[in-house]
């Protein structure tokens, strides 16, 4: 398969780069069968194409839905408005922007094995796809980072993270990664068509060169993993200490009950966002590896789908740990945020608001 390693790097396969598919009963069919580069079209039954639009278009329609819960949620309700939620509020566009983008273009690659769509949206998709990627990632970072700050330096975190400083992070990661895939992608030569000779037409990949692999491998996927692990051995070590030493003082008799309270926030808030973490990095590591060592392209679309689907997961996390976004899901089905100052109903208990 051509270019086989940078596409499969960049998350960028689809069916693409299929080798010629012919059966005893029916011609070969191209994509464009009156150019003489053409891909070759894989055939399908009808059956088959529907029960994969049908399938496809569910995945796609339940991970924006969920997402959107999410977004709404925080958006909408103040008592939310925090910085920690704001990255929660930003990894939901982006895992909203695989639903409504991502899924349907990669879907239809998929399945009719050919690029109907020109040259110049193919770039911009392939762009548009590895920033969104990236910008999963680097909430993933920022959500680690913050925990970090909150459960290791808790004196610190109210004058270290603040809402500003929050959200010019997280624009700073956005713009970063547009402007770093912008550049992979035409350092490439994607929009040079002399340079994209070894493709048939109807066929939307970029070839991206071994030091380009090593780089995008490094920066969009190794270094911020080993922060996020780092940091949250780092968590769990000092909420293990802060347990020994708070159990230890509640059996010498002491009051701990308000710092124990807020120790068992803060750890409650890293286990749940670390269990997001984990939850991606299961997904996206089995894709890595085999996308450098196997050669099935039934085994990448499979690993690819699962990195996709991972998007609607996480609102699912939400659900089971935090009782505020079931309240919130609850009053947004029932349309009781259009009710006047509805943005400034308080949704936590008593109990939650000690926790929060």
Known sequence: MKGQKGEQNKLLTGGDSLMAYETEHQE???????INSSCVKEKRSIQ?????????????????????????????????????????????????LIGLIVMPIQAIR???????????????????ISVIFSATLSCLVLIAVDRYVAVCHPLLYPQKITMAKMLMSICLCWLYYSAYNTALVIDNGYFDTSYRTDMCYGECSVMLS??????????????????MITLYLRIF???????????????????????????????????TLGIIVLVYL???IPYYICSLTVNSFTTITVLSWTVYANSGLNPLVYALFYPWFKKTTKLILTQKIFQPASSLINIFTQHELLLN
């Not at 070969?28 to 009156?34: A, E």
């Not at 998929?110 to 548009?128: A, H, K, R, V």
Request: glycine share 4%; aromatic share 16%.
């Open 28 to 34: 070969t069919q191209y994509c464009f069968p009156n």
């Open 48 to 96: 088959e194409y529907i029960i994969m639009y049908v399938f496809f278009s569910l995945l796609s329609a339940w991970t924006v839905f969920l997402n959107l819960l999410v977004i709404i949620s925080i958006s909408h309700f103040k008592k939310l408005h925090t910085p920690t939620n704001m990255i929660i509020l930003s990894l939901a566009v982006a895992d909203l």
């Open 110 to 128: 998929l399945i009719e094995t050919c690029w109907y769509f020109g040259d110049t949206f193919c770039g911009l998709s392939l762009i548009i």
């Open 210 to 227: 071994f030091s380009w692999i090593l780089t995008d491998m490094f920066m969009s996927f190794i270094f911020p993993c080993l922060i």
């Open 237 to 271: 070590y000092v909420v293990h200490q802060q347990v020994k030493v708070i159990n230890s003082l509640m059996k010498g008799g002491k009051c701990v009950m308000e710092g124990s309270v807020k120790r068992k926030s803060e750890s409650k808030a890293a286990l």
């Open 282 to 284: 299961l997904c996206w």
